[in-house]
Structure formats: structure tokens, C-alpha cells
């Protein structure tokens, strides 16, 4: 069975840092996109940021601010999202989820739009950022 579990989440000031963690197992990530998204009480659901695992290639909100960060950890089939200068909006819940080899995601207006749905979800972590 495919597993992806999503940890690293937690209570922070703004301006503080988290690092969230997604551990994949029962499939081969090479084959996949490792993608987080969001979801804040009353708002829909938003990609964050995602790495094509076999070439490394990713992209994230705020790519000129820099303040998302994700890498692979092959060796630990864990794909990593590093959030930076945490700001209050960032309060939501973190999934990860499993695309099929390519992220499909299409950047317009300051958000990223999907063009396939992932093949696997994992449970949320929450973030909490306070001011």
C-alpha cells in the first residue's frame, strides 16, 4: 500500500521557520511528483510547492521571495518543505500528495493551477502561525 505521511508541523511566531517532512513509502518516487498543498479554514485548497522527483526540477509560491523551499531525500524516499519568514496567512493545514511523474501545476496570477490530480494524498500537518 502506498503511504505518505506528513509531519513537521506545529505552533510558531511569524517570522520563525518549519520544516515539514513527507515519507513515502509502497511506491518508487522517481516516478512521481511530490507536491504540498494547503488548506485554510474557509478557503479552497492551494499548491504550495513541488519537486519532479527524478530531476529535481520544483516550483513554489513566492518563488521570488524564496520563502518555500522543497527538496528530496532519495535515500529516505522524504520529500522536505522548508517555510521561511512564516507569516500568519500561512496558518492552514499541509497535505502532501503524490503526482503522477510530472507536477501538471501552471503558475497565473500568484497561484499555481493544476492540470491532474494527484495519485495520493497524505494526512495533513497542521501549521499555526501566530502574530
Known amino acids: 500500500d502506498v503511504q505518505l505521511q506528513a509531519s513537521g508541523g506545529g505552533l510558531v511566531q511569524a517570522g520563525g521557520s518549519l520544516r515539514l517532512s513527507c515519507a513515502a513509502s509502497?511506491?518508487?518516487?522517481?516516478?512521481?511528483?511530490i507536491a504540498w498543498f494547503r488548506q485554510a479554514p474557509g478557503k479552497e485548497r492551494e499548491g504550495v510547492s513541488c519537486?519532479?522527483?527524478?530531476?529535481?526540477?520544483?516550483m513554489s509560491l513566492e518563488f521570488e521571495k524564496g520563502r518555500f523551499t522543497i527538496s528530496s531525500d532519495k535515500a529516505k524516499n522524504t520529500v522536505h518543505l522548508q517555510i521561511d519568514n512564516l507569516k500568519p496567512e500561512d496558518t492552514a493545514d499541509y497535505y502532501c500528495?503524490?503526482?503522477?511523474?510530472?507536477?501538471?501545476?501552471?503558475?497565473?496570477?500568484?497561484?499555481?493551477?493544476?492540470?491532474?490530480?494527484?495519485?495520493?494524498w497524505g494526512q495533513g500537518t497542521q501549521v499555526t502561525v501566530s502574530s
Open positions: 500528495a503524490a503526482i503522477t511523474d510530472r507536477c501538471g501545476w501552471v503558475y497565473y496570477g500568484g497561484r499555481f493551477y493544476d492540470t491532474k490530480a494527484p495519485s495520493y
Open positions: 509502497g511506491l518508487i518516487l522517481d516516478d512521481y511528483a
Open positions: 519537486i519532479e522527483i527524478a530531476d529535481g526540477r520544483s
